[in-house]
């Protein structure tokens, strides 16, 4: 009964059989737990509102166009099993985009479709690896790839650890100390790259993807590839797939999918790109786990893509109307990634937010807000988890903790910036601000800003980026 893992006995349910002792290396996605509680946070009617800023999910509703489609598969009985990889004109559809798209042949059987983004990441480690061979993760990064290389392979994780700067708190992924752990660690098997990064924000440019591609190149290991959030960039930046670069095709799970670019994380809808023969595998354990994707699902899929037909019954391309409609959607998480990471660093070098290049996502450092008298004396607060959980508590501001996403996560929180900005990101930012400069001020410092001037400081970036 020793085996028995930590988040089962902490709710007192104990089997009364033996248990896969492997499930003590399961780990969590924090998003999902923490959403229940700032739930019943709101429930509590503690506070007038609670400020949300830690939803991995989309503010922007699924475009109309979409939901027709599905409307009108479910209207013609479309309610059967699917197809188990996907019917071919979904998969055709996938694969003549995404060739234009990422300037590389694919064809539509280096396709499977999925039940969303995340399944291939379990897919890969039951496939890919083998015992004694290794996986690197990114560390800070999506907990989900630690927690199931974990589960299937214990002990045999590596992180890619951020370079950070101490004097500015910005984080990098730098290519040489990834090829410094792999000469280092004998058996590198897998790599994770996620770019557009959750929980940074941070994109990982071509030049960076080419060094990793040489990498791949001279030591033979596989790259999980999540570009989940590919549309997403700002600033100019055009997201570069690890694709696109000649031969690495051969070596790449490319997870992506429509949960974060189509506003669609319920639907439970995405798609693998890799090689044939790892896409004949994983068709074969679909079968074994799944089945197949929802007919309606795969509808849709292909619609979103080009004309669709199943059965007799059309659905013309809703491609261009969806693509205006998103692309909306993108310049607004634009603006309100640049207005949020400003209004934090209204408050450095107590608060330094990092500059918002893509995702929905920001990762600011609160390691100076940790070290003032009355958060660590008063309060009580040593850590980003404490802190983020006396933010959710105490002051209704839902955030989550940087470390909550590995080591070098601490002292960072993660802030989302995908809810309604009218309701959560404005008014929410001017919550935070105060909050912040009460710490700074109970600890007998002085902000560089008063909660006098929040309103107008704050105006002044609504003004510049919302007007
Ligand atoms: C980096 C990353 N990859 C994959 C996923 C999973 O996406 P899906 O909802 O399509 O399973 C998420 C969701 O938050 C994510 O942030």
């Known amino acids: 009964m020793s085996q028995l893992p930590k988040f089962l006995t902490d709710k007192n349910l104990i089997p009364n059989v033996t248990i896969n002792p492997a499930l003590n290396y399961l780990g969590t996605e924090t ?30 509703k699924t475009p109309q166009p979409i939901i027709d489609v599905a ?17 071919p004109k979904v998969r055709e559809n996938i694969a003549k985009y995404w060739s234009e798209l990422r300037g590389v042949e694919i ?28 996986i690197i993760v990114q560390d800070p990064g999506y907990p989900v790839y630690e927690s199931l290389a974990e589960f299937y392979h214990h002990g045999q994780v590596l992180h890619w650890q951020a370079y950070k700067d101490e004097e500015k708190q910005t984080l990098e992924f730098r290519v040489g100390d990834l090829q410094k752990l792999i000469e280092e660690n004998e058996g590198v098997k897998l790599l994770v790259i996620n770019t557009p990064q959750n929980p940074t924000g941070m994109v990982i440019g071509r030049e960076k993807l080419e060094a ?6 001279q030591y033979k290991f596989f790259v999980i590839f999540d570009d989940i959030y590919d549309q997403i960039t700002f600033g100019g930046r055009k ?28 639907w439970r809808l995405g798609f693998v790109v890799a ?51 998103i692309n909306k959607d993108f310049v607004e998480y634009e603006k309100k990634g640049q207005f949020v990471s400003e209004a934090l660093n209204l408050l450095k070098p107590y608060v330094v937010c990092n500059e918002a290049e893509g995702a929905f996502y920001l990762y600011p450092s609160f390691a100076n807000i ?98």
């Open 275 to 325: 090689p044939e023969w790892v896409i004949e595998i994983f068709g074969r354990l679909a079968i074994n786990k799944w089945s197949c994707v929802s007919r309606v699902n795969q509808i849709v899929a292909g619609a979103i893509y080009g004309d669709m037909e199943l059965d007799g019954f059309k659905y013309p391309s809703i491609k261009t109307q969806v693509q205006e409609l």
């Open 370 to 467: 940790l070290k003032l008298s009355y958060v660590k004396d008063e309060l009580k607060i040593e850590n980003d988890k404490q802190l983020s959980r006396w933010f959710l508590y105490e002051r209704g501001i839902a955030t989550l903790a940087g470390s909550d996403f590995g080591k070098m996560g601490l002292g960072y929180v993660r802030f989302s910036y995908a809810e309604d900005r009218d309701i959560h990101i404005i008014p929410g930012i001017k919550h935070i601000l105060n909050t912040v400069i009460e710490l700074i001020e109970k600890s007998g410092q002085t902000a560089p800003l008063t909660s006098h001037d929040v309103d107008t400081k704050v105006n002044e970036l609504i003004t510049r980026y919302f007007a």
């Open 31 to 60: 998003a999902f737990g923490f959403g229940a509680e700032v739930i019943a946070v709101e429930a509590s009617k503690k506070f007038s509102q609670v400020y949300k800023f830690h939803v991995g999910d989309t503010g922007p």
């Open 212 to 217: 990793v591609a040489d990498l791949v190149r």
């Open 71 to 87: 409307i009108q598969a479910l209207k013609d009985k479309q309610t059967k099993y699917g197809h188990f990889a996907g019917y």
């Open 239 to 266: 997201h570069f797939s690890f694709i696109s670069i000649p031969g690495m095709l051969d070596w790449t799970i490319n997870l992506n999918g429509y949960s974060k670019n189509y506003a669609m994380t319920g």
């Open 107 to 134: 064809k539509p059987t280096n396709i499977l479709l999925e039940p969303a983004g995340k399944s291939p990441i379990e897919l890969a480690m039951q496939v890919l690896v083998a015992p004694g061979d290794k």
